[in-house]
T-cell receptor, first 114, second 114 residues
């Protein structure tokens, strides 16, 4: 059974801190790893990672994938209160006949205090 | 441990058929959600429910309806399936109160409409 584990489950930091969120996975036929930010009703897409070692960056957020060690990290520098949210990691895996499955981790709840 | 189950992993239907997707959660969660996930578009919210018999439209409700007769069960209905509804459908639930609570996702249903 495919498995995605995020750590820590929750985190409280002060504004300006840098945080690193972890996502490890065990899947068969890996296709991609996705990061989402969930603060309202629906999670917002952040990154899709398919290749090892290539950092994706968007403002203060960045992410990298290690397909050998089967994990990804999401970094947020100079955190702001608006970064408070649950960050979800999901892994897509091929499941045959051109289709794929998506497995979500339980999320990391980040709270940024002023 | 929260468990969210979906009635089918894979479904193949014909254009014009009525389709029922069922989702069940076992943790007495108040909120339940239906999303679809398409390549390059991330997760898009179709409908959500914050209580039995209560529902609200998400971002893309057209062509879908929902039913929540019991707290643990949230059904997504495609009244007349169309090919552009071929997608991965994900159900999620969260504890209640705030919509910022962590959402727990089911394994997904891959629907193909021919």
């Amino acid at each position: 059974e495919d498995k995605v584990v995020q750590s820590p489950l929750s985190l409280v930091v002060h504004e300006g801190d840098t945080v690193t969120l972890n996502c490890s996975y065990e899947v068969t036929n890996f296709r991609s790893l996705l990061w989402y930010k969930q603060e309202k009703k629906a999670p917002t897409f952040l990154f899709m990672l398919t290749s090892s070692g290539i950092e994706k960056k968007s403002g203060r957020l960045s992410s990298i994938l290690d397909k050998k060690e089967l994990f990804s990290i999401l970094n947020i520098t100079a955190t702001q209160t608006g970064d408070s949210a649950v960050y979800l990691c999901a892994v897509e895996a091929y499941s045959g006949a051109g289709s794929y499955q998506l497995t979500f981790g339980k999320g990391t709840k980040l709270s940024v205090i002023p | 441990d929260v468990k969210v189950t979906q009635s089918s992993r894979y479904l193949v239907k014909r254009t014009g058929e009525k389709v029922f997707l069922e989702c069940v959660q076992d943790m007495d969660h108040e909120n339940m959600f239906w999303y679809r996930q398409d390549p390059g578009l991330g997760l898009r919210l179709i409908y959500f429910s914050y209580d039995v018999k209560m529902k609200e439209k998400g971002d893309i409700p057209e062509g879908y309806s929902v039913s929540r007769e019991k707290k643990e069960r949230f059904s997504l209905i495609l009244e007349s399936a169309s090919t552009n509804q071929t997608s991965m459908y994900l159900c999620a639930s969260s504890l209640g109160g705030s919509l910022r609570e962590t959402q727990y996702f089911g394994p997904g249903t891959r629907l193909l409409v021919l």
